[in-house]
Each structure stands twice: as structure tokens, then as C-alpha cells.
């Protein structure tokens, strides 16, 4: 057994310069679009890998240091190059040319924190990729 | 730095104590104490009025960083004979802990932490214990807050 603690897992946004957002947690989810193979003398479904289709998000309260607007997390950004920590390891999934697809902003009065939560659809994974420079 | 301890928040609640004059009027904060109360002070047995101050620390939340989010519970304990005290100190206890909607903080600082707020919570009362002085009731008036602090785990 080698397990990874989540502990010190953040988001870096590969720019110029690298933004490092520190976040309650992350989460991708790699997928491809199917396409339908079945045949009738096959007598049961099959599906294909047409494409590539990576959903993530991320969740944090924001800080004042290394806003999601300073890192170029806007509503509708496209084309987002981002490093996801696999705990404080050097391991990382990369995941390039992604697309802000909704952000969400909580504000409960109740003793809670301000918390924002993106989500980000599209776009390709590179996996265990180095750090970026 | 360090992270935050109860001894860190006690030592916060008492400067904030002290910065209350309408609360110190009542209990100086001398007779202010974190946990178990003083048997003596300046050789002479306490008695009331005095005050506890109970600290527990909650879990923390932790970041991809070294900030860290860590509630603390607090319950203030205030012991009197005066039985026309309790309602102004209840007031007065708020007045010093229960952050406003414009300052969440309460003027409460804490060493090794950024306060972000502290909120009244439910539960506080005014009772009589089973103790009498001079033929008058020791009433105990409580009240508990939450403190919700930013630490730094380094």
C-alpha cells in the first residue's frame, strides 16, 4: 500500500504567472462520448470511444490572496490550462483547454465562510504530468 | 505560526473582558478564569463574583494550504449574589462577544489567528445554584458563543 494523503491537493492555473488556488477539494471526472457499435448479430450493446469529455470542479472560500479572477476563472473563460494536486505529492492530473462552465457563489449568514464553487467541462487530461514551470 | 489553543482564545476573551468597563464594573478580570475557578485570591477564598471561562475546541477545516478555518466554543459562566445584575451583565456579556452584522469580529483579537467572527449561540440561562452567601442565592448567569478563527498550520 502507497496511498496518497489529499492533504495540501491544490489547483494551479498554468499562466503567466501560475496561480495556485488552495481549495476544500477537487474533483475530475474522465469520460468519452460513446458511440453506439451494437450490431444485431451481436445480440447485446456495445458503445465506443468517440471522444474525450472531462468534466472537474473545485471548491474553496475565497481568500483575498490569488483570487479565481486573478487566475483567469471567470464565468465562460475557455481555454484553461490547469494542474490538479494530487495531495502535496508531485503527481498531478493535467487538464488543458477546459471551459468554465458555471461558477457558484454561496453566502450563508449562519457562522459559515463565503465559499465558491467552479465547474469546468471539456477539454483533454494528461495524466501524472510534471509540475507546471 | 503556530496554531491556534484554547489557552490562546481564554488569553483573547480575557483582554476583550477587560475592554468592556461595564463588564468589569460586575467582574474585574482578575476573577476571570479559564477553567477551573481559583480557590484564593490574594489568600482570601473567592467568592462570588467571579467568572469561568469554559473553551472547547472544535474540528478543524482544513484548505489545499496552510490556512485552516477551527470554531471554538465558548461558555461564559458568571457567578453573583446580586440579584439585580443579571439581566445588564447578560447584556453587557453580548455587548463583548456577540460580534454586530458590521463587525463579526466583536473586537475580540487572538494571538495566532485572524478572528473571523463570533456569534452568540443558543443555551445561555440566569439560575440559582445550590449555594448561598449571607442569605442571598449565588445565581449563575451563562452564555456561549462561537468563535470561528483562521489559523495557519505552516
Redesign the interface.
Known amino acids: 500500500m502507497a496511498l496518497f494523503s489529499a492533504s495540501g491537493g491544490s489547483v494551479t492555473v498554468n499562466g503567466t504567472p501560475d496561480v495556485t488556488i488552495h481549495v476544500s477539494e477537487w474533483s475530475i471526472q474522465k469520460g468519452a462520448r460513446q458511440g453506439d457499435g451494437s450490431t444485431s448479430a451481436q445480440g447485446y450493446s456495445v458503445f465506443v470511444p468517440c471522444l474525450e469529455d472531462n468534466t472537474a470542479s473545485f471548491s474553496l472560500p475565497e481568500d483575498n490572496a490569488n483570487t479565481l479572477e486573478d487566475a483567469g476563472i471567470v464565468k465562460g473563460a475557455m481555454g484553461l490550462d490547469l494542474y490538479f494536486r494530487h495531495g502535496a505529492s508531485a503527481v498531478y492530473t493535467r487538464l488543458q483547454n477546459t471551459t468554465v462552465s458555471s461558477i457558484g457563489e454561496n453566502n450563508n449568514n449562519q457562522g459559515d465562510l463565503y465559499r465558491v464553487q467552479v465547474q469546468l467541462q471539456g477539454g483533454v487530461v494528461t495524466e501524472y504530468s510534471a509540475a507546471p514551470s | 505560526m503556530p496554531t491556534v489553543t484554547t489557552l490562546d482564545v481564554a488569553a483573547g476573551l480575557r483582554t476583550r473582558w477587560a475592554a468592556v468597563s461595564a463588564l468589569v464594573a460586575v467582574v474585574p478580570v482578575a476573577r476571570v478564569f479559564v477553567g477551573r475557578t481559583g480557590e484564593k485570591i490574594s489568600g482570601t477564598i473567592t467568592q462570588p463574583p467571579y467568572a469561568r471561562l469554559n473553551i472547547t475546541e472544535g474540528e478543524p477545516?482544513?484548505?489545499?494550504?496552510p490556512?485552516y478555518?477551527q470554531?471554538f466554543d465558548i461558555a461564559v459562566e458568571v457567578y453573583l449574589t446580586d440579584e439585580t445584575t443579571p439581566n445588564t451583565l447578560r447584556s453587557n456579556l453580548d455587548a463583548a462577544f456577540n460580534g454586530g452584522w458590521e463587525t463579526p469580529t466583536a473586537g475580540i483579537t487572538v494571538s495566532n489567528a485572524t478572528v473571523?467572527?463570533s456569534?452568540a449561540r443558543g443555551g445561555g440561562n440566569v439560575k440559582p445554584t445550590n449555594e448561598r452567601i449571607n442569605g442571598k442565592d449565588v445565581l449563575r448567569v451563562t452564555a456561549n458563543y462561537?468563535l470561528?478563527l483562521e489559523g495557519n498550520r505552516g
Open positions: 477545516e482544513l484548505f489545499s494550504g490556512a478555518v470554531d473571523l467572527h456569534m462561537r470561528k
